[in-house]
């Protein structure tokens, strides 16, 4: 096992923390700010608490897991015998400089620095570092302890030793890592989450649709077979022939709507008083934090739940 | 309880069967081809038997079942009490003006007449007819009896209580209505599908990420979150102050990247040829339709996983 250590702890630091410790590493964390540090080992305890409950800490127990987790007051205490550095700063271009340059500084040759950016390019804070052929971008969903999928993107100059090396040790960890072969905006993810969001914008604006009628259409319906297959594998199970034969059969469909997606919706604008008129609705904005309670609860019995089903009947 | 009509015994009409038999009506099927009903009974019976055992049979036997699906030869007959009817026959637009013409003038006037199509807008196939006004699209994905979403879909001329009798009649079957406010190409589901889609075969012929990648990032990323709240609530939930709040934030990630998404790719193209190969070697084409098993399988301890969850913590 090895030393992981996490700069920052925010919520994505925190997170990482317990995902990392579960895996066996001794875990060092740091902060800037001391104060967010405080109740960083209350919250990890009490996420573990939860992870125990569902089986998933792997069979460890809480404490084993805690005690492999240490908030540590210096970062070059918590870079001194780290394999892996996690990076977790505000998405601001200035700050992953400067935190770059200090870790590159600090952190033994052989580190492998990752930042957890969702919106920011590798090679835009990372060109003026004598190591930066070690760093890269590993972008988690939240929570990553519960949402295997991790991006990792790497900089035009980042080594291949290096994406390899991160590769084994987020699957190591029980990711799912993602491997671009090149940097590009928005990554895998946004890209994909954003296309699909810009179609149900633009079905609400339009008035076709309602936002729960979008949420339906995806929640009870779509999202189901994605959940355990992608959307590739899905059409290629969706005809006699694979997925070849399904594009044949279908892409006439397809073709008579995309040129009605050309036209961009403002989220922001119009079409944002009914989405949020409508949310408010079904969601009191003052419930909005019991409603997060209750995600992450549904998120860890999916969790569970595919765990099982990999074992019962295979990935 | 009512009794259903399933006109067309294909998987879809099957599927449907089985859905209306379980929630306690009588289902009558006809086909044009009498060879086509003929392995249908068998069929249902080993469905039902693979739901008793996930208990997803409202604890019902697999016999009580079965003993209210009747397969009839004349389709006046599987008309004669129908209080709604399911149209199943081929996605061709004369097939469909005509089987809505014969069910038009054998179905008592109060019958709502709904088709399965995915492809085919309600006003194309029922604008000559007199009982117009009771005719619209009910669209499942496949197999209705475990995915609870299907989007209705009127036709301009669609009656207002033919839509709400639709959707009472599917709530109280188990479904997930998505009604939809008028016909659009496509529908909801399949543009949503086919927002993803699109921007999912861009990342692969321009060589970005692979087609294990993105359904990497989809099956064990995005779709999990998706699988019980769907697009909106899950931004909704994404940000301190709800969907607006999330829009402010991120909206400016997105905006990068839609100017890039404005160039279509050919599915069929030269980009088939990685996606095939890829696939290919993943998944074996002779092993197709033993993995179609394993997906059934799969949703079907996802649907029970679902249920429960439902149960226990709310939707």
Same sequence: chains 1, 2.
């Avoid at 205490?77 to 700063?89: G, P, S, Y």
């Avoid at 930066?132 to 999928?149: D, E, G, K, Q």
């Avoid at 590769?167 to 090149?182: I, N, Q, S, T």
Wanted: hydrophobic share 45%.
């Amino acid at each position: 096992m090895a030393t992981v250590a996490i700069v920052g702890s925010g919520f994505i630091g925190r997170a990482w923390a317990i995902s990392f410790a579960r895996a066996g590493h001794d875990v060092r964390m740091w902060d800037q700010s001391p104060t967010a540090t405080g109740g960083a080992r209350d919250y990890i305890a009490g996420v573990l608490g939860d992870l125990a409950a569902n089986d998933l800490l792997r069979g460890q127990s809480v404490a084993t897991v805690l005690g492999r987790i240490a908030v540590v007051s210096e970062l070059a205490e918590a870079l001194a015998d780290a394999a892996h550095v996690q990076e977790n700063t505000p998405e601001n271009l200035d700050v992953k400089r400067e935190v770059f340059s200090l870790i590159d500084k600090l952190a033994r040759p052989q580190t492998v620095i990752a930042s957890s950016t969702s919106a920011l390019l590798p090679s835009k804070f990372t060109d003026h570092l004598q190591g930066r052929h070690r760093c890269l971008v590993v972008h988690p969903i939240n929570p990553p302890y519960l949402i295997p999928a991790a991006e990792v993107v790497p900089a035009p100059w980042t080594s291949a030793e290096t994406l390899e090396r991160t590769r084994a040790f987020l699957v190591d960890a029980g990711h799912a890592p993602l491997v671009m072969k090149r940097e590009l905006d928005g990554f895998v993810m946004n890209r994909l989450q954003g296309a699909l969001l810009e179609e149900a914008f633009r079905l609400v604006a339009d008035g076709y649709a309602s936002v729960e009628d979008v949420d339906i259409g995806i929640r009870d319906g779509l999202a189901l077979r994605w959940s355990f297959m992608g959307p590739f594998e899905t059409i290629d199970l969706n005809a006699p022939g694979g997925v070849r034969d399904y594009v044949e059969r279908y892409q006439g469909i397809y073709s008579n709507i995309f040129p009605q997606m050309l036209r961009r919706v403002d989220w922001g604008g119009e079409v944002m008083e009914t989405v949020e008129a409508e949310r408010s609705k079904r969601l009191p904005r003052k419930d909005l934090g019991d409603r997060q309670v209750w995600r992450d609860r549904r998120l860890m019995a999916l969790a569970a739940h595919k765990k099982k089903s990999d074992q019962e009947f295979g990935q």
